[in-house]
């Protein structure tokens, strides 16, 4: 299976010449859903779900998200389907698996929204805008490094939790470049305390998982 970062919050898989694309938001740039045979949506926020997208995409996609999300998504051609925490269902060859149910608090004055992680073949676990920890081994966690909600001593915090084979770094779009640089070295540093692969891929770059 294939990796590749895309712009801030979304990334794509690719197996067996499918390809799943998880929350690609107003952030992502024109064309990530070309090709794609499905979507994974976490929440509402505009930067992990954009309609717009969604509604010039095939009406052969396939679209999984938490029911906050499909409400607003009455004119897309897509097939839209509702799913909870403890779900599992199969889509373009991946079995995914959904965890979590709340998005992080975020500010005193916003309603807490509901989020839903998705942990794809065994392997990928995106939470979204979370640090859900699931009820399963995580080989690879895609880690936010980044955000209103986020604090860094509670992404080392989910690491060390978590204690994944590799990580890579996800909503990370609001830093600077020196921003970007403190990451790395954040997780250049917890990578080498877990002796794990963990840093931040580039916008565009793929890996190979599995």
Known sequence: MELTKFDHACVRLEKN??????????????GVLDGADAVL?????FDHVDAEKLKAASSELEIYT??????????????VEVVRHGDGFETAGFR???FGERHAENHPDLAVVQNVGFLVD????YPGDALTVPD???PTLLV???GPWLKLMEMVAYLRTIRPARAYSTHD???SELGLGLVDNWLRMEAEKQGAEMRRLAVGESTTLG
């Open 17 to 30: 010449g499918k390809v799943l694309v998880i929350d690609p938001g107003a952030f992502a740039r024109s």
């Open 41 to 45: 949506i976490t929440h509402e926020h």
């Open 66 to 79: 938490c029911e906050a999300v499909a409400a607003q998504l009455g004119e897309v051609p897509g097939k």
């Open 96 to 98: 995914v698996k959904a």
């Open 122 to 125: 065994d392997e990928v676990f």
């Open 136 to 138: 399963a081994e995580v």
């Open 144 to 146: 936010p490094t980044g």
């Open 173 to 175: 779009a609001l830093y």
